[in-house]
């Protein structure tokens, strides 16, 4: 059976997250999105890792579900599952650089979380300051701490490619696993895509050839849950066969055909995140790979330093060109699939908040794109089947031609996304790509660089 998993998040208790991230509205929200399992995340806050204890209940071997919840949403799924996971950021220093890496750890049980949580108290790490606290151990000496905790965890590398803070970041990450985690890399199952990269990017990079590429939206807000996620086959669900699927490709040439696996992942668009393209916001430069290449990566205005994009550091560090081939499924969906089936396939979408925005021509906060949205959902089900499964005449009855459209050129991927760049989110335009404008186009003010750090991450 499929489940639809949505493994990183962050908590009320992370900073610049919405008051809303907490249990009862996440697995509110889960349900209308078509989510079926949740990380808890930031276990490692005090007050959320009460949160937990108070809220959640055990539903099966590793996985929790919230008390008394309920949905008025319209669905036949259950409410969801949770898993334990959360955010560490490690700062250090190595090979002469300051690295700042994000990694995400899978418990296995409450037990596991509470030993992880006492000892990073005893080595003082300030855990009630962030939900994503920071710590002073590398990346390799935290996964030996947590292995050495309880073997059955699990530590992914996450959004593996932001210049900033992660495994592959330009600006102070590595160039391979091994450098990172060194004797401990064999430990490492998999990575997560972030929101500027695809898995098509990662396919590229050959120490990847037989990991798990895993993603997740990394949401800072409900309505943000989804975005990216991983749909995993499970016999049955529960922590012990997530992680079997997570380590399928490492361990079985043949991982295609276990009973637990990754089906496959739903992606951003990666045009859309925040640091795809290299540039310097300030300055308005923005350069793709083959101009980064000609010019270098200083800024032609200021002569400072670029943030080296995500798209660039993939071509530094791949050894084989893009290989995909397009699948057209039954609804109209483009799906992407590696030839060489190392990997699962996946598709691209954009949020049907953004769709019923640009339809209107209005802001995906205002009121009116809301309420048509919260309708939508209630009409038709939970979002992520409206954007893969429904009908186009079905959703045009509901929704109206103008959405139907909307959701049809998302799936044919016949859309314009113009890329992001230094912490500044790509555009995407709908009803741009064969010259038709929208009623009212979406303005620059959701992309001002002082919005960057606000709720709607």
Not at 36 to 59: F, G, M, N, V, Y
Not at 81 to 107: C, D, M, P, V
Not at 188 to 199: A, H
Request: net charge neutral; with cysteine; hydrophobic share 35%.
């Amino acid at each position: 059976m499929q489940y639809v998993a949505d493994l990183h998040l962050h908590s009320k208790y992370s900073r610049a997250v919405s008051p809303q991230m907490v249990l009862p509205v996440m697995s509110e929200w889960a349900i209308k999105k078509g989510i079926d399992i949740l990380a808890t995340a930031d276990w490692t806050h005090p007050l959320w890792s009460r949160h937990l204890k108070e809220e959640l209940e055990e539903d099966g071997e590793g996985l929790f579900k919230v008390k008394n919840s309920s949905s008025k949403f319209k669905s036949e799924k259950k409410d969801p599952l949770f898993i334990l996971s959360t955010e560490i950021s490690s700062i250090y220093s190595q090979g002469g650089k300051t690295r700042r890496i994000h990694n995400l750890i899978f418990a296995p049980s409450l037990g596991t979380v509470e030993k992880i949580n006492k000892e990073f108290l005893r080595r003082s790490f300030n855990l009630a300051s962030d939900g994503r606290p920071i710590i002073g151990l590398s990346a390799k000496d935290l996964l030996e701490l947590v292995l050495t905790i309880d073997k059955e965890a699990i530590l992914i590398p996450c959004h593996a490619w932001t210049p900033w803070f992660s495994l592959y970041g330009s600006m102070s990450g590595f160039d391979s696993i091994e450098e990172c985690f060194g004797k401990y890399s064999k430990f490492i199952f998999g990575v997560e895509t972030g929101l500027s990269s695809d898995p098509v990017m990662n396919w590229r990079i050959k120490e990847l050839k037989n990991k798990a590429i895993l993603s997740s939206s990394d949401s800072h807000s409900p309505a943000k849950m989804g975005r990216e996620a991983t749909v995993f086959e499970l016999e049955k669900p529960t922590f012990k066969n997530i992680r079997r699927a997570i380590l399928g490709p490492s361990l079985k040439p043949n991982w295609s055909k276990l009973p637990d696996r990754i089906d496959y992942t739903i992606e951003f668009y990666p045009e859309e995140g925040k640091y795809h393209y290299t540039g310097h916001r300030n300055c308005r430069v923005v350069q793709s790979p083959k101009e980064t290449k000609e010019k270098g990566p200083i800024c032609s205005v200021c002569k400072k330093g670029l943030t080296v994009g995500v798209m660039h550091r993939v071509e530094q560090l791949a050894k084989k060109e893009d290989a995909f081939v397009e699948e057209i499924d039954p609804n109209g969906v483009k799906w992407i699939t590696d030839p060489s089936g190392n990997h699962p396939k996946y598709v691209n979408l954009v949020p049907l908040l953004e769709i019923v925005a640009e339809s209107l021509g209005r802001p995906v906060s205002s009121v009116r794109t809301k309420e048509v949205y919260e309708n939508i959902c209630k009409n038709l089900g939970p979002e992520l089947d409206i954007l893969l499964n429904i009908s186009i005449d079905e959703i045009s009855i509901i929704a109206g031609e103008k959405l139907a459209e909307g959701v049809r050129k998302v799936r044919q991927r016949d859309i314009v996304i113009k890329p992001g760049f230094d912490g500044e989110y790509g555009v995407v335009k709908i009803w741009n790509s064969d010259g038709e404008q929208a009623e009212e186009p979406l303005t620059g003010k959701q992309l001002k660089s002082k919005d960057q750090l606000r709720l709607d991450f």
